[in-house]
């Protein structure tokens, strides 16, 4: 299923639909009062140098590609009946975050700052997203990485999908934390990858939001229809 969303995402700018170029822009700039929040947070932290904050970004980054396939694997060996429960929602964000990639496809900020492209509706941007990895003296990794972004599709921006599943599997597992310290400790993860998808230049505040709208829709939907089937107890 993954692989399969992998595939889908990479043509699903090939079916027509118009490019959205300023319309997250625009959102951002009324939500943060005309700053762009790409430009101001990479004019306050982005430097030449590496520092720990970018170290921890690539690290937080990177955690999309396996925290939630591996989360599935670990219910499906222990907790086959919540694995279920897992996979409804997550297929669910799956399709519909491919379905909105094609129908409306969308330029993310680091394609819309750059000159190898005809927009350059913001000021320029660094696309970093893996040089923390090259600080750990881990350079294959953020090779993988720049591999990858090749291959994607770069217009699959609304929503974000890392910034989804980073919220997914802390909200799925709300429920069974042990108290309420564990519970909002916990929200530091998906909090760290929005900030880390606006510093890189990876998503507009308005993909992050449309992703995390797309998480609480998917747990909404399910949450009643296993309810009404008296199916598992919820653990979200």
Not at 35 to 44: S, V
Not at 75 to 100: D, M, N, P
């Amino acid at each position: 299923m993954w692989l399969s969303y992998d595939f889908s995402r990479g043509i699903a700018d090939s079916f027509g639909f118009p490019m959205q170029v300023e319309l997250p822009r625009n959102i951002d700039k009324v939500l943060f009062f005309g700053r762009d929040p790409n430009i101001w947070i990479q004019d306050q932290l982005w430097n030449k140098n590496i520092q720990w904050y970018d170290v921890f970004g690539s690290i937080v980054y990177f955690t999309h590609f396996f925290v939630p396939v591996a989360t599935s694997v670990y219910l499906w060996i222990r907790y086959r009946e919540q694995w279920i429960r897992y996979i409804r929602r997550f297929a669910s964000i799956l399709f519909a975050g491919v379905l909105t990639y094609i129908v409306m496809p969308t330029v993310p900020p680091w394609m819309a700052a750059s000159d190898k492209y005809p927009y350059q509706i913001l000021e320029p941007l660094q696309r970093s997203t893996g040089r923390g990895w090259n600080w750990l003296g881990l350079e294959t990794v953020n090779s993988v990485l720049l591999r990858g972004q090749q291959w994607a599709n770069p217009t699959a921006a609304l929503p974000s999908l890392h910034a989804a599943f980073a919220l997914f599997v802390i909200v799925f597992f709300w429920k069974r934390m042990p108290n309420k310290w564990v519970q909002y400790s916990s929200l530091l993860f998906p909090l760290s990858m929005a900030w880390c998808l606006v510093y890189f230049g990876e998503h507009y505040i308005t993909d992050i939001l449309a992703g995390w709208a797309y998480v609480g829709a998917s747990f909404w939907f399910w949450n009643r229809w296993e309810a009404k089937r008296q199916v598992v107890e919820p653990l979200a």
